[in-house]
């Protein structure tokens, strides 16, 4: 019988596959910048830039705990859509099993951590005085979710692995709903300010965990969670952690960045903060939806790289990198012209409101290129080619970003001028993703392993 991963990774034409992956990993992205700007945005109702400071301030170890989650959702995608395409369906089992029962762990190990340690950690991360009470509130009662998050985050990615798209975008559908839902119910109906976003955000992910087990343990889920096929050895671990690793190393980088220039922007005032915080989510409206484009791919990539069929991966990507400058192009344009009411739906306080426009604008710069930058990490990563993959994992927001950072705060001491560290460094890391791509012979061991489609 012919299934669904077959019949589109394989035998689909190359724009219906990309098409019909990409727009479901899309959804799931705009749910999920929808999601993340609900918070600050009724946050943001409450008139106080405190609160949102404090949501800002916290965002970062948010990231960690995703963190976590992308190491098993990407680097456990990786292995099993290889794996799928080499036709071996127990061991891609092996693998979906071994990230959930792995995953779990760590998240609840986590959970307690955090829980216990929520106050050191807010003022770590570049909490005021202020703002302290508000973000280890915020952190304590969102820690409670952390073993669903990693389970979310790891099986959204997973699951479209399988040929699944609609399944992994209806998960975080389901999850972001609630939590978009619960926010001004909470926040601005129930008067809990702080408190009330971080239980919709428990809830949120509580369902959209649940939704996934629920598939999964169904009979039309190709993989499976049963705790009979977990194995982490016979290169299981090693092929998820191998690409995992440096994919969750972007997001840990991104969360030391974020708390370095917030900890360096605090110097500013609490209302800089609130601005670069703003900023960061006008951003992310392109961000996402080009991560969106960038996961939908890597797993028809991992097909047919396991497969060994190099004309059909050449093609996937030429497609994808027409599409993502399209993408990347339209939606800088929107973001810069829309700054203004984007920025001051969050911010009513005249001092965050301008810094908010002025960071907001710069960091929108790098939208023309990070569409390819994120074609080009998935490419990498659905090889498995672990070194080059390492590389721009630790250079985006740690090799490249922090020299940047530092050498402008040096050079100018000027708050603009430190956001203008992002899109510098996304124009350096785009150039470096194109020069390892395009010297694969050199850094991808297993690229002997594409041959040409006959």
Same mark, same amino acid.
Request: charged share 20%; hydrophobic share 40%.
């Given at each position: 019988m012919k299934d669904k991963t077959t019949e589109i990774f394989r035998d689909a034409?190359?724009?219906k596959a990309v098409i019909s992956n990409v727009i479901p990993s899309i959804i799931s992205m705009i749910m999920v910048l929808v999601y993340n700007l609900a918070d600050t945005f009724f946050i943001?109702? !409450?008139? *106080?830039?405190? #609160?949102v400071a404090a949501v800002s301030v916290a965002t970062p170890a948010f990231l960690l705990f995703m963190a976590v989650g992308m190491l098993f959702g990407i680097g456990g995608t990786s292995l099993i859509?290889? !794996?799928?395409?080499?036709? /071996? #369906? *127990?061991?891609?089992k092996n693998a979906s099993s071994f990230c959930f029962w792995t995953g779990l762990c760590i998240g609840l190990i986590a959970m307690v951590v955090i829980f216990i340690f929520a106050s050191p950690v807010s003022m770590a991360i570049g909490a005021s005085q202020e703002t302290v009470g508000y973000a280890s509130q915020y952190l304590r009662i969102v820690s409670t979710a952390i073993p669903f998050l990693i389970i979310s985050n790891s099986f959204s &990615? @997973? @699951?479209?692995a399988e040929g699944n798209a609609q399944v992994a975008m209806m998960g975080m559908i389901v999850g972001n709903l609630i939590n978009i839902i619960l926010d001004p119910v909470m926040i601005l109906g129930f008067g809990w300010d702080v408190a009330g976003a971080a239980i919709a955000t428990v809830l949120? &992910?509580?369902f959209a965990a649940g939704f996934y087990i629920w598939h999964l343990?169904?009979? /039309?889920? !190709?993989?499976s969670i049963h705790p009979k096929y977990y194995l982490a050895g016979n290169g299981i671990a090693a092929g998820v952690f191998a @690409?995992? @690793?440096?994919?969750?190393?972007n997001s840990i980088l991104m969360s030391l960045s974020n708390i370095i220039v917030n900890n360096i922007m605090s110097d500013y005032g609490d209302m800089a903060v609130a601005g670069l915080g703003v900023a960061m989510k006008v951003n992310m409206i392109v961000v996402m939806l080009l991560i969106g484009l960038g996961t939908g791919i890597q797993p028809i990539l991992g097909y047919c790289f396991g497969a060994g069929s190099k004309d059909r991966y050449l093609a996937v990507m030429k497609f994808s990198m027409i599409l993502a400058f399209a993408i990347s192009a339209v939606m800088t344009v929107v973001c810069y012209c829309g700054a203004d009411p984007l920025v001051h739906a969050f911010l009513e306080d005249a001092d965050a409101f301008t810094y908010g426009m002025s960071f907001a604008r710069i960091y929108i710069y790098s939208g023309p290129v990070i569409g390819i930058m994120f074609v080009f990490i998935n490419a990498i990563q659905s090889t498995g080619a672990a070194l080059p993959a390492?590389?721009?994992s630790i250079s985006r927001q740690g090799l490249i970003y922090l020299p940047v950072l530092f050498l402008l705060r040096r050079v100018f001491d000027s708050a603009t001028m430190l956001a203008a560290a992002q899109p510098i460094t996304d124009y350096l890391t785009t150039a470096l993703s194109v020069v390892l791509l395009f010297t694969y012979k050199k850094y991808f061991p297993n690229q002997n392993q594409i041959k040409k489609t006959k």
């Open positions: 034409p190359v724009p943001g109702q !409450t008139k *106080d830039a405190y #609160m859509s290889r !794996t799928l395409g080499e036709g /071996k #369906m *127990d061991r891609a &990615n @997973i @699951i479209r949120g &992910n509580v343990l169904s009979k /039309k889920a !190709t993989l @690409i995992g @690793i440096p994919a969750s190393l390492l590389i721009l």
